[in-house]
């Protein structure tokens, strides 16, 4: 009688767990974005709905590197502090099209909602990419030292290409009265 009421009480923490796991997620504050070629813009990864606090992790992000370049990684340091170790910008690589390596830690009490890290990002080449987060696995996401496995929800950008602007009319017409001026000065002098 009692091995059954171990197992029920084993359930019970393993749903309990379970659901506090699978209740946090890592996304973008922006899922799908719309920039112009050349455009530099910033995207935040965000974690939600952390219920206890957060000791840290650490994401990896993908990307299409025909059509995006990382150009920096900006951690917040006054929320992620952990003495000055634990925290890393990670690796920038736009041949391969990964950032990869972003850590946060702390010994500070983060729950809630959160900036991971806001990165800075150029569209160079009209087109479409994912923006892809996966859990970096050498700083697993963790609460009081027991894992937390968040749900990572992917973002998107379509680069469109920038449209050139055409000069109004107004400006052809108020240079050639310019030059109608400049010729008719110079033949009234000669």
């Known amino acids: 009688m009692k091995m059954r009421n171990v197992k029920k009480l084993i ?3 393993s749903m309990f767990v379970g659901s506090y796991a699978s209740a946090a997620t890592i996304t973008f504050d922006s899922p799908a974005i719309n920039v112009n070629t050349n455009d ?24 299409n590197n025909s059509v995006l370049n990382v150009l920096s990684v900006n951690i917040n340091e006054s929320v992620w502090d952990f003495g000055g170790f634990g925290i890393n910008t990670g690796t920038i690589n736009n041949s ?34 994912s923006l892809l987060l996966s859990e970096y696995g050498f700083n697993p996401w963790a ?3 027991s894992l937390i496995n968040p749900d990572f929800i992917d973002g998107s950008v379509n680069v469109s290409s920038v449209s050139t602007v ?5 400006i ?19």
């Open 11 to 13: 359930f019970v923490i």
């Open 40 to 63: 530099v813009f910033t995207v935040n990864v965000i974690g939600n709905n952390f219920v206890g606090n957060v000791d840290g992790g650490g994401i990896n992000l993908s990307f």
């Open 96 to 129: 391969n099209g990964t950032l990869d390596g972003v850590m946060v830690n702390t010994f500070a009490n983060v729950t809630g909602n959160f900036i991971v890290a806001s990165i800075e990002i150029q569209a160079i080449a009209e087109g479409n990419s």
């Open 143 to 145: 609460s009081g030292g």
């Open 166 to 170: 055409p000069v109004p009319a107004a």
């Open 172 to 190: 052809w017409l108020f240079g050639s009265g310019l030059i109608g001026l400049v010729g008719f000065s110079r033949r009234k002098s000669s």
